[in-house]
């Protein structure tokens, strides 16, 4: 199993940016996939990024150019560099893991809210 803890979220003006953390614990030497997920009020949750064990990246259309995804192995932690943030950023982020096993393991989000 795998626990995620996200944090860095907040209130930002657009054009500004923020960093967001996810503390991974537990089996991480399963983990094959990690990624970052947001939910905007009244959509479904869509992919933002993912990184993989071997560290290839993709990043969703819309925050191409501007969102960068990174993990540093030994602090156990996933990144989500966010800059020229746009109100339509605005949502709940959710950190993802996919274990080897196939197991999927979410975060119980962290708050981004960019004002115009």
């Known amino acids: 199993q795998v626990q995620l803890v996200e944090s860095g979220g907040g209130l930002v003006q657009a054009g500004g940016s923020l960093r967001l953390s996810c503390a991974v614990s537990g089996s991480t030497f399963s983990i094959n996939v990690m990624g970052w997920y947001r939910q905007a009020p009244g959509k479904q949750r869509e992919l933002v990024a993912r990184?993989?064990?071997?560290?290839?990246?993709n990043y969703a259309d819309s925050v191409k150019g501007r969102f960068t995804i990174s993990g540093d192995n030994a602090k156990k932690t996933l990144y989500l560099q966010m800059n020229s943030l746009k109100p339509v950023d605005t949502a709940v982020y959710y950190c993802?893991?996919?274990?080897?096993?196939?197991?999927?393991?979410w975060g119980k989000g962290t708050l981004v809210t960019v004002s115009s």
């Open positions: 990184i993989t064990a071997g560290g290839s990246t």
């Open positions: 993802n893991v996919v274990q080897l096993s196939g197991i999927n393991s």
